[in-house]
């Protein structure tokens, strides 16, 4: 992965994650993202946006539509392991329950 930056990095300045010239996301500090939320919102609704404090990635903001494609996809997922478990246990190759609802966070769990 290859960052560009915009600016100097300081906590008012964007840059953004390139990989193989591809832009994958903005990147935005913490206080940027505050000042100018609005702009934030409208940028999500084209592109996941990250949010960076003291240079670390503490979030990012997606559109409702990215979210919704992501947990169908993290539900598809679980789905595809619960039923190779099954097959695996129909063969008699058992699993320890902590193997099993490891992947799983506790909403899915409980929900």
């Known amino acids: 992965m290859v960052k560009f930056t915009t600016n100097s990095y300081n906590r008012h300045s964007s840059h953004f994650v390139l990989f193989y010239g591809v832009l994958l996301m903005e990147i935005i500090p913490a206080q940027l993202a505050k000042n100018q939320f609005g702009d934030l919102l409208m940028k999500a609704q084209r592109e996941p946006v990250q949010i960076s404090k003291h240079g670390k990635r503490v979030a990012v903001v997606i559109s409702p539509d990215e979210y919704d494609q992501f947990t169908q996809l993290k539900l598809q997922n679980l789905k595809s392991i619960?039923?190779?478990?099954?097959?695996?246990?129909?063969?008699?190759?058992?699993?320890?329950?902590?193997?099993?609802?490891?992947?799983?966070?506790?909403?899915?769990?409980?929900g």
């Open 82 to 110: 619960l039923a190779e478990s099954i097959e695996q246990a129909e063969r008699g190759e058992l699993h320890h329950i902590d193997d099993v609802f490891a992947p799983l966070t506790s909403n899915e769990i409980e």
